[in-house]
């Protein structure tokens, strides 16, 4: 049974940072991919970030640049790292393992789905 529990969310002043970080209880990530989504207020869940098991990422246009996937080494954790925060990053943040079901990384952040979720940690913005 996997479980994915979501940590670190919170709020934040506009241009500050916070870091996210999902545990799979009961996997690890050595296929597939692993990545976050979010659902901001009025709006459906989109893709954020995805990374693969060989470390490959890719990032929604909205976050490029901003945002940063990556995994500890033992690949048991995701995390999430997010700096220069905007008002508009205010979500509902989730995190979800096999999200690409065989798919190319860019195709599978637009498709927004995955295998195990967690319940999602919050994140606001405040200007």
């Known amino acids: 049974q996997v479980k994915v529990v979501e940590y670190g969310g919170g709020s934040a002043q506009a241009g500050g940072s916070l870091r996210l970080s999902c545990v799979a209880s009961?996997?690890?990530?050595?296929?597939?991919?692993m990545g976050w989504f979010r659902q901001r207020p009025g709006k459906s869940r989109e893709g954020v970030a995805l990374?693969?098991?060989?470390?490959?990422?890719v990032y929604s246009d909205s976050v490029k640049g901003r945002f940063t996937i990556s995994h500890n080494t033992a690949k048991t954790i995701l995390y999430l790292q997010m700096n220069s925060l905007k008002d508009d990053d205010t979500a509902m943040y989730y995190c979800?393992?096999?999200?690409?079901?065989?798919?190319?990384?860019?195709?599978?952040?637009?498709?927004?789905?995955?295998?195990?979720w967690g319940r999602g940690t919050q994140v606001t913005v405040s200007a």
């Open positions: 009961g996997y690890t990530h050595n296929s597939d991919c």
């Open positions: 979800a393992a096999d999200s690409c079901f065989d798919s190319p990384l860019e195709e599978s952040l637009d498709r927004v789905l995955g295998q195990w």
């Open positions: 990374i693969d098991s060989e470390g490959r990422t």
